[in-house]
């Protein structure tokens, strides 16, 4: 039987890598009353398979993973329940349901992304739906070569904006964006909100910046 399943990762556990929280994921699993399927061969694993990963130091309320269990009848609130016991509050299963083969790169290909940023300029004033393109830079290994070189992009026909930037009480600035996120683009979110601010020669320190997935679609 396979399993999607629904996630959080929050607060302090944002920070963790993608393997640690994999692992973390994989630990709990185990620690259910249902027994997860192997694979065959002289290597065998369990049959997970998961989003793509969250950069480090984003939150969200919407990540995503398999399981593949041997049982072929599963309580689902009660696997829920023993999944949230063994994991950290910052990090809670929501919702749980049956899956089909369909990957989860194919069902889900956007993310909606709030940021909250720090800045003393009036970022209220910016036209955000001007025609000039959003640039990012990104490393990128050079062929035959173990170095990294920095590439330019327009990632303007991946990405929504869809407000202008709002200010908020406490003097910051709310933005919210729909990236890509498929087998075909996958849109770095802190590249995207500094790619955007560069186009109107604003350079924001990174921990100015607060990035929040809120769901997937």
Same mark, same amino acid.
């Given at each position: 039987?396979?399993? &999607? +399943?629904?996630?959080? &990762?929050? $607060?302090?556990?944002?920070? +963790? !890598?993608h393997l640690n929280t994999? $692992?973390?994921?994989?630990?709990?699993?185990?620690?259910? $009353?249902?027994?997860?399927?192997? !694979?065959?061969?002289?290597?065998?694993?369990? +049959?997970? !398979?998961?989003?793509?990963?969250l950069p480090l130091g984003v939150s969200s309320d919407f990540e995503i993973f398999d399981v593949d269990l041997v049982d072929d009848q599963v309580d689902l609130d009660k696997f829920k329940d023993?999944?949230?016991s063994y994991l950290p509050k910052q990090v809670q299963v929501f919702k749980i349901f049956l899956a089909d083969n369909t990957s989860i790169s194919k069902v889900f290909s956007y993310s909606i992304y709030e940021f909250i940023i720090d800045s003393e300029k009036?970022?209220?004033?910016?036209?955000l739906f001007d025609k000039k393109p959003i640039i990012i830079e990104r490393t990128k290994k050079a062929k035959k070569? &173990?170095? &990294?070189? +920095?590439?330019q992009e327009d990632i303007t026909s991946h990405v929504e904006i869809k407000k202008n930037f709002i200010?908020?009480?406490?003097?910051?600035?709310?933005?919210?964006?729909?990236l890509e996120n498929s087998n075909n683009k996958i849109i770095n979110p802190m590249n995207f909100i500094q790619g955007l601010l560069k186009k109107y020669n604003i350079n924001i320190d990174p921990v100015d910046i607060s990035i929040h997935k809120r769901e997937m679609l």
């Open positions: 039987m396979k399993l &999607r +399943i629904l996630y959080t &990762r929050n $607060d302090e556990l944002k920070f +963790i !890598s994999v $692992d973390l994921l994989q630990r709990a699993v185990f620690n259910t $009353d249902y027994q997860v399927l192997f !694979s065959q061969g002289f290597n065998p694993h369990p +049959i997970m !398979s998961f989003g793509n990963p023993q999944l949230n009036n970022l209220e004033e910016l036209n070569k &173990r170095e &990294r070189e +920095i590439v200010k908020l009480q406490t003097g910051e600035y709310f933005l919210e964006a729909k």
